[in-house]
């Protein structure tokens, strides 16, 4: 299964894999606290993208198509986390406030249609 978590969320314990999915370090959250997360910021949306979205949920549609196209061109960025989710539960982390219009809830929805 893939999860997506706001970072800022509380913890929650038990198996899988999480994986930081934003170009940027989230705000208030030290590297130190975050050991057991792996950040893959390339896998986000390049700046361009996310610039002209600037979570606009009117653009969700867009955004999606856009970003999946960015996504088709570089597998090596997106491959490991699909593999980690073949063998257990997968977390996606994110930072933005808007929980459903993110990169986090998008990536997912790619992810699990390459499943």
Avoid: C
Wanted: proline fraction near 6%.
């Amino acid at each position: 299964m893939i999860y997506v978590k706001r970072v800022y969320s509380p913890p929650q314990h038990g198996k899988g894999g999480y994986f930081l999915v934003d170009r940027l370090w989230p705000r208030g959250i030290r590297k130190d606290e975050f050991h057991h997360v792996a950040w893959f910021k390339d896998v986000a949306p390049s700046h361009g993208l996310r610039n002209w979205y600037q979570h606009d949920p009117a653009k969700w549609e867009e955004f999606k198509r856009r970003y999946f196209s960015e996504l088709d061109q570089k597998p090596e960025v997106w491959i490991p986390i699909l593999d980690a989710a073949h063998k257990h539960d997968v977390i996606l982390l994110y930072s933005a406030k808007d929980e459903t219009h993110n990169n986090a809830v998008a990536l997912k929805a790619y992810l699990e249609n390459k499943l």
